[in-house]
């Protein structure tokens, strides 16, 4: 057989005990797989601080209204009720202008300043990258459409709505719960720029590059 074989210049190695050929070498990855996770949590990361400012803006407005309401059904015009002495007192009145009483003669200025800060809230959100700006948004924008909402809706007719306020300070003005959502956003806000910080998260120490690395990498709310 192995003379027919050579003869015939057959090979003399069985088809089975032939060499391997190697295996192709894996193609290096291209880091696509790992930027699609990088912007799957910065997205998930953008959409908690929307949820976010939506809960704060819900409870800002919800406890200005409600408070409102009850101001209306047990308080009288004219009949203030002291809280703390005759510091703090609750006191009913309509307020044509703007928070704390002021400019009752520019009703209608007033509506459309509210209308301006409700587009300025809506476009900054847009760039949100902090927990701690979503809620000063929030409340800014409860604050803002809790006042809205009277101007429209309330007597004597839609953009010249009188205001309840009923939260006496020292008779030096009256407010609601509203004109509180409305400072306490500014002194946050004011806090968050003394400190640095960006709407989009960045501080002093870190550019909008570092800044928008942290949001994608890290999907915890950062201040």
């Not at 800060?117 to 604050?143: E, Q």
């Not at 803002?144 to 004597?156: A, E, Y």
Request: charged content about 15%; overall charge negative; glycine content about 12%.
């Amino acid at each position: 057989m192995r003379d027919m074989q050579d003869e015939a210049g057959a090979p003399l190695i069985a088809a089975h005990d032939a060499p391997t050929p190697p295996s192709p070498t894996p193609e290096p990855s291209t880091g696509s797989s790992d930027t699609g996770d990088t912007h799957s949590v910065a997205s998930r990361r953008r959409r908690m601080l929307f949820v976010l400012m939506g809960i704060t803006a819900v409870v800002a407005y919800a406890a200005d209204q409600a408070t409102k309401i009850w101001a209306q059904n047990t308080l009288t015009t004219g009949e203030p009720v002291d809280v703390v002495g005759d510091h703090i007192r609750l006191n009913l009145i309509r307020n044509a202008g703007a928070a704390f009483s002021i400019g009752n003669c520019a009703t209608w200025v007033m509506t459309l300043v509210a209308c301006g800060v409700l587009v300025f809230i809506l476009r900054t959100a847009r760039r949100i990258g902090s927990s701690a700006w979503a809620v000063a948004l929030g409340l800014l924008l409860g604050g803002s459409l809790g006042n809205l909402t009277d101007r429209m809706v309330r007597s004597p007719g839609p953009g010249r709505g009188q205001v309840v306020d009923f939260i006496d300070y020292f008779g030096f003005f009256i407010g609601n719960v509203a004109d509180i959502a409305i400072v306490g956003a500014a002194a946050f806000i004011a806090l968050l720029a003394a400190r640095g910080i960006g709407i989009d998260g960045a501080r002093p120490h870190q550019g909008r590059h570092e800044a928008t690395t942290d949001v994608h990498d890290d999907g915890a709310a950062h201040v």
